[in-house]
């Protein structure tokens, strides 16, 4: 049987560090809600690579923090847990690719530098510290409020997105926090983490998370028509009442039976259908 070399390994254990799923999913996010607000090319490309960036600096991050917790209870899907690649490496990783976020965000101007800034900075902070406090929240509801206004400030008209817009991007974020820890629940209490999830407990985190991404879903539908009704298109109706369905069907399964992965499933369902809603608003939230 073929072995991968050294650097193939390494560069595999890198990757597998990063947190690749959620990587993808924000930098895709960024992606699609830039094509939606029509950033030219140059604009997109250096908004998607800035995000990406970023979320490799705050994989790589999380999981040298981890490190000696997650060898601790023996996670074996980690990378540095395993042995497959050293804190040392993950950390110079983790701080090129922080550098490379800002550098690329500061190319788009001073106020996506700032806004992008404060996303990383409050993530880090939840990996740093926050993540094992009654505040383990606030890093996500700050990132993610912020997350829109990283697009429109990407804009040759910069201006920070519609407040509904911030609305929606924390509680996709509080939906993405309360549900993505709710596998680890166990390991995590066992190496001291307790942030408000673990305080929750699954069922209370998926009912939070579920409420939230209700809260969201209506804050989309009228704040992308001004409030009025009558303007909501039909397309924005379907994406709100898709979203409604999972986050019902959500709470409902978390209050009548036990917690399960189908659980962590549906919350994420349910807020990825949230980030389409908003993604299918256009360049509403930029007005």
């Known amino acids: 049987m073929h072995r991968p070399t050294p650097l193939r390994a390494t560069a595999r254990a890198l990757w597998g560090s990063t ?3 959620p990587t993808l999913v924000v930098s895709a996010l960024a992606l699609v809600l830039g094509i939606a607000v029509g950033l030219e090319p140059w604009r997109l490309v ?6 990406f960036c970023g979320q490799l600096s705050i994989g790589l991050s999380n999981d040298a923090i981890d490190a000696p917790r997650d060898r601790a209870v023996g996670r074996t899907d980690k990378p540095i847990a395993r042995g497959d690649l050293s804190e040392r490496l993950a950390w110079s990783w983790a701080l090129g690719t922080l550098v ?3 550098l690329l965000s500061g190319a788009l101007g001073f106020g996506m530098l700032a806004a992008h800034a404060l996303f990383l900075a409050s993530a880090w902070a939840y990996n740093a510290a926050l993540k094992s406090t009654v505040f383990s929240l606030v890093p996500f509801l700050v990132s993610f409020g912020i997350f829109p206004s990283l697009v429109t400030l990407s804009a040759a008209d910069p201006r920070v997105a519609a407040p509904w817009g911030w609305v929606a991007g924390a509680a996709l974020g509080a939906a993405v926090h309360l549900t993505n820890v709710l596998p680890d629940l166990d390991d995590d209490r066992r190496t001291g983490v307790r942030g408000l999830p673990h305080r929750l407990g699954p069922r209370g985190s998926a009912v939070v998370a579920a409420a ?14 001004d409030g009025v009704v009558a303007a909501i298109s039909l397309a924005s109706w379907l994406f709100f009442a898709a979203v409604v369905v999972v986050a019902v069907a959500t709470a409902v399964l978390a209050l009548v039976r036990p917690p399960t992965r189908a659980l962590f499933r549906l919350v994420m369902l349910a807020a990825l259908l949230l980030a389409a809603q908003l993604v299918a608003t256009g360049g509403a939230v930029a007005a």
């Open 46 to 51: 250096l908004l998607t690579l800035a995000v």
């Open 212 to 225: 939230g991404i209700i809260v969201g879903a209506v804050a989309v539908l009228l704040g992308a028509s």
């Open 100 to 102: 490379a976020a800002l």
């Open 19 to 21: 947190h690749p799923g």
